[in-house]
């Protein structure tokens, strides 16, 4: 690997590292909050929908942080271009996994939203 692919791969990293924690935020914060109002408007309709969504894409968002640990080990140690490969493609399901995890955000949201009068 020469200097700017280190370089590139790091930035990467960075960035991977960010998305997922922001994904894990975004949710995690969105289910304390739903979490809190359910205590007080417990009769609203579609909020342990919402939640439930905002769940899912916590737990999204920390496989993909897990997915992403294995990957970058993977293939950080490996010299076989084969299992370089397989560490890839689970990177790249770590990616899916962040985007469903900010899909899920957002569905969560849009329930959430509709369920007030």
């Not at 791969?9 to 995690?28: C, Q």
């Not at 080990?73 to 995890?101: C, H, M, P, Y």
Request: a neutral charge; proline letters at 2%; charged letters at 10%.
């Amino acid at each position: 690997m020469n200097d700017q692919d280190s370089h590139l791969y790091e930035a990467t990293v960075t960035a991977g590292a960010a998305a997922l924690k922001s994904a894990i935020l975004i949710n995690g914060g969105a289910s304390v909050a739903l979490l809190t109002y359910l205590g007080y408007a417990a009769s609203q309709q579609g909020l342990p929908e919402a939640l439930l969504w905002f769940v899912c894409g916590t737990l999204a968002a920390a496989m993909g942080a897990g997915s992403t640990y294995v990957a970058l080990l993977g293939a950080a140690r490996s010299e076989d271009k084969a299992k370089r490969r397989w560490f890839q493609s689970l990177n790249t399901v770590s990616i899916v996994l962040v985007i469903a995890s900010y899909s899920a955000f957002a569905v969560g949201a849009v329930i959430a939203y509709c369920s007030f009068p």
